[in-house]
């Protein structure tokens, strides 16, 4: 079936670095979502995206974070600079069709904040 | 707010035994309900979706009843096998007329260990 990338698997960095996260979406999908997982804790949704611009965001989307999609090319999240807190396993999503339509998540990028 | 609670946190059952897996919800509107399956190092996946019409949905052997008078999707299968070792996700989509963009909100997942 539909697959979503993310690219990388793994990161490590410093806290106060930049982290760019990569997703590669569905090929024909219009909506894009970010969600973050806490160890031990539930998915929470972060961000959604469409048509170039942020459609929706939670209070867990601070002003550190930002997302673009540029050219059609991935859709990613930056965060900048990083704290501690932003460790988690990040999943990208997207999906073809307005309410309700079946979301296609990545398998996830863990990013740990030293 | 939204919430979606998932009581139990690891189920194990010995192959050939029912499943069941509980999710419960609460939310401001009548929301969409989905299960998501993710097998280890994968990505989640969709496994079933309720209808507004209120059929069970069934997608490999198991299926959830929507009940809104209980805010139940419980998940159900007659009979476990081994490859439906996973973590399964009850996840809600809250319906609100003046949005067109359906987040979705995760209970906290429910890891099936099946047996031989």
């Known amino acids: 079936g539909p697959k979503v990338l993310q690219i990388p698997s793994h990161q490590i960095i410093d806290m106060g670095q930049m982290v760019t996260l990569n997703c590669d979406p569905v090929?024909?999908?219009?909506?894009f979502y970010w969600y973050k997982q806490i160890l031990g804790q539930q998915m929470e949704f972060l961000v959604n995206?469409?048509?170039?611009?942020?459609?929706?965001k939670s209070k867990l989307f601070k002003d550190q974070f930002s997302v673009e999609r540029p050219d059609g090319s991935y859709f990613t999240l930056k965060i900048q600079p990083t704290a501690l807190e932003d460790s988690a396993v990040y999943f990208c999503a997207s999906s073809l069709g307005l309410n309700y339509a079946e979301q296609f998540f990545g398998p996830g990028t863990r990013l740990t904040v030293l | 707010g939204d919430s979606v609670t998932q009581t139990e946190g690891l189920v194990t059952l010995t192959e050939g035994l029912p499943v069941m897996l509980n999710c419960t919800y609460q939310?401001?509107?009548?929301?969409?309900l989905f299960w998501y399956v993710q097998h280890l190092n994968e990505a989640p996946k969709l496994l079933l979706k309720?209808?507004?019409?209120?059929k069970r949905p069934e997608h490999q052997g198991f299926h959830a009843t929507l009940h809104k008078s209980s805010s139940s999707f419980h998940l159900q299968k007659s009979s476990a096998q081994l490859s439906d070792s996973a973590l399964y996700y009850c996840a809600l989509s809250p319906l609100i007329a003046s949005s067109s963009f359906s987040k979705l909100v995760f209970g906290q997942g429910t890891s099936l260990s099946v047996v031989p």
């Open positions: 995206f469409y048509n170039g611009k942020v459609m929706e």
């Open positions: 090929s024909n999908h219009l909506y």
């Open positions: 939310s401001t509107y009548s929301p969409f």
């Open positions: 309720s209808f507004t019409d209120n």
